[in-house]
């Protein structure tokens, strides 16, 4: 081989390697969920937006960041043209079809909400059978919702329609996050002061889902990793839930926000459902 046609080898090999060093990996980001990830005013924002940019940056992983549903955003995850999605609440199906980082984003409680005018007095768990319960198309609920073969699931696309669908009567409950619904009740003054929270359904804890057909997804998760816990140790996570005023779910098992230094489960255990009125006073 002459050794010109050697240094073309050679530098085109050095070229394609330093195209993939700087290959920018496309995240899928929820772009209807606020507070947590939306698309608004021309761009993506929200409490875990914050937190996954903020992760990247401190483990300096430059990474692109698109709006899509969160069905297709996962279903584009699955197939491996999205490197990673979020947020998911992980069950058994998503944990074998996802690759699940041991860093979560944060937690919250689904809630069971009905209209204050219809709510039962007494407060005690609903009984689901036969009822009509709006739920979000894609989202995981937790075994109480899930599991239950009686309840009648009305698909929704955003959480929003759920409530108006309440409002009209057409179902029977929402299940929707305490922190997505208190957004919405403040930006939509005709919800405010007409639903109340029956029962803590389920308490998740929200993760970033990486594809496993993506070649790079499982680098890029230990990026991720690497930068959550730069951002937990040196108390950047903490800041951001606090510009968020984000209270994690109401369960000690997954308040994982521990101080800096002490030791805690990078997994923790999901909670075990609970029933009885809300414990946030909605």
């Given at each position: ?11 085109l ?6 195209t993939?060093?700087?290959?920018v ?9 606020y ?5 608004r005013?021309?761009?993506i924002?929200g ?29 584009m ?12 609440a992980?069950d058994?199906?998503?944990?074998a ?12 409680d ?7 005018d ?16 709006a ?16 309840v ?7 959480d929003l329609?759920?409530?108006l ?12 996050y ?46 991720f990793d690497?930068?959550m ?11 951001i ?11 000690r098992?997954?308040?994982y ?15 075990t ?10």
């Amino acid at each position: 081989m002459r050794a010109s046609t050697r240094l073309l080898l050679l530098l085109l090999f050095a070229l394609s390697a330093m195209t993939r060093a700087e290959q920018v990996l496309r995240i899928g980001a929820e772009d209807d969920w606020y507070p947590y990830t939306a698309y608004r005013d021309g761009r993506i924002q929200g409490l875990s937006v914050d937190i996954v940019e903020a992760a990247f940056a401190a483990s300096n992983t430059p990474v692109e960041l698109v709006p899509y549903p969160y069905s297709r955003c996962m279903r584009m995850t699955h197939e491996g043209s999205l490197a990673a999605c979020f947020n998911t609440a992980p069950d058994e199906r998503i944990s074998a079809d996802y690759l699940i980082p041991d860093e979560p984003l944060f937690s919250d409680d689904i809630l069971l909400w009905t209209r204050r005018d219809t709510a039962p007095p007494d407060g005690e768990p609903q009984n689901l059978a036969g009822r009509k319960v709006a739920v979000t198309i894609g989202y995981e609920y937790g075994a109480r919702l899930d599991n239950d073969q009686q309840v009648i699931r009305i698909p929704v696309r955003r959480d929003l329609s759920g409530f108006l669908m309440l409002q009209r009567g057409r179902v029977d409950f929402v299940a929707a996050y305490r922190g997505t619904a208190q957004a919405l009740f403040r930006e939509n003054p005709q919800l405010e002061g007409q639903f109340v929270a029956l029962e803590t359904l389920h308490s998740p804890t929200l993760y970033l889902s990486f594809s496993r057909r993506d070649p790079a997804a499982a680098d890029l998760l230990k990026r991720f990793d690497q930068g959550m816990r730069s951002l937990r140790k040196d108390g950047r996570y903490q800041k951001i839930l606090e510009r968020w005023q984000h209270a994690p779910a109401n369960c000690r098992q997954l308040d994982y926000t521990s101080p800096a230094g002490q030791p805690r489960d990078p997994r923790p255990t999901p909670c075990t459902t609970t029933t009885g009125r809300s414990h946030h006073g909605l």
